[in-house]
């Protein structure tokens, strides 16, 4: 059984060479093995840990209600201070409502992202500076951070790295780190990723080990909105009015209605409720219109696209077009591509072409385009 954090403390041995104040860290907690695992792990090598965890939703989900008791528990097993803050508001503004109105304009948002970037690392940062002994923070997600003298630079002539990177996790099945590349370098700088070197299913043998209440617990498998709804079909329902529209062949021929662009995104085959002699696929989203496009399948395919909002994690803007592997959805595999600066008069622009080596399928707008060389994460934008 993993010793309390008081016992640590009256041990006083410290095993690795960080000074007392860096060894002041907070733990976001959801109350699932990875987080608390995470939480473990760092009081069991001899940081000073405390747990906190965001009030994002009210009732059921993740990251709220059983969470949240769960969470409470397992500082309770450690003993370790955990506290509970009420970000609900930001939450509200920075997540349900970017989401929803990214829906209303015929895009796929990634919520995850938008969630990282303006809600969990922003308060969990917020709240270590104001603790002012606390100098890090924690999550369980799987990825990787180094600094750039540590990390082996793939194509170096091509970039300026910063002093952070962002690597993929260990694990390439669990490899979380396409929904980090909004990261700041002052996150990265005081941000641990304590299973980034480990794989799922040594996760679970850890826990076990350690005795953490969530060892057994069943692994989430959906957003906090699709946990807190049902579906994400009821989540749009609930915060967008249906409007009712004409599904349309690209060849111009209306096969039939719809009630919100909404419901659709680019690539999908179920639930159009249209016939055609063959299998038909959403190639477009007319929001001016209220059009759903649909085509066959060899008409989905694109050479390029238009990315947007790219945050630089790694390195440092780049002024001249470089080669990436991209990688245009969660779970698909990266693809190379050369990266174009779109400039804008004389002031640095954050937006980009891509051009991909070979046309790929469903390039939908709202999700993100995240570059990366080898393991390293370079940064990432939005698909337009």
Known sequence: ??????????????????????????????GGVDSSLSAALLVEKGWNVEGLTLWLMKG????????????AGL?????????????REIFEREV???????YE?????????????NVKFEEMLNYAINKKDFTHIATGHYARIKKSSDVEKIDSKSFVFKDFLLLRGADENK????????????????????????????????????????????????????????????????HIEPKEGKIMHVNGKVLGNHNGIQHFTVG???????????????????????????????????????????????IEEPKQEIEVEAQIRYRSHPVKGTLIPLENSDNPTTTFKLIFEESQSSVTPGQAAVFYKGEILLGGGLIN
């Open 96 to 102: 349900i409502k970017k989401t929803t109105e990214s």
């Open 1 to 30: 059984m993993l010793k309390t954090q008081k016992e640590k403390k009256l041990e006083n041995n410290f095993s690795n060479n960080r000074t007392q104040k860096e060894k002041n860290i907070i733990v976001g907690l959801s």
């Open 268 to 314: 999908q085959r179920k639930g159009l409720g249209v016939a055609w002699p063959e299998p038909l696929y959403v190639k477009s989203l007319d929001r001016g219109k209220n059009i759903v496009y649909v085509a066959d399948k060899s008409d989905l395919f694109n050479k390029e696209a238009i990315i947007s909002k790219v945050n630089w994690v790694s």
């Open 175 to 238: 490899d979380q780190s396409y929904f980090l590349y909004s990261l700041s370098q002052e996150v990265l700088s005081r941000l641990e990723f304590p299973l980034g070197e480990m794989k799922k299913e040594e996760t679970r043998k850890e826990a076990l080990r350690l005795g953490l209440r969530t060892a057994q617990k069943p692994e989430s498998q959906d957003l906090c909105l699709v946990e807190h709804y049902g579906s994400m079909q009821r989540f749009i329902d609930k």
């Open 75 to 87: 500082c309770e097993d450690l003993g370790i201070n955990h506290t509970i803050i009420d970000s």
């Open 60 to 71: 059921q989900g993740s990251c709220c209600s059983e969470g949240l008791v769960d969470a």
């Open 105 to 117: 304009k015929g895009f796929t948002p990634l919520p995850c992202s938008m969630c990282n970037k």
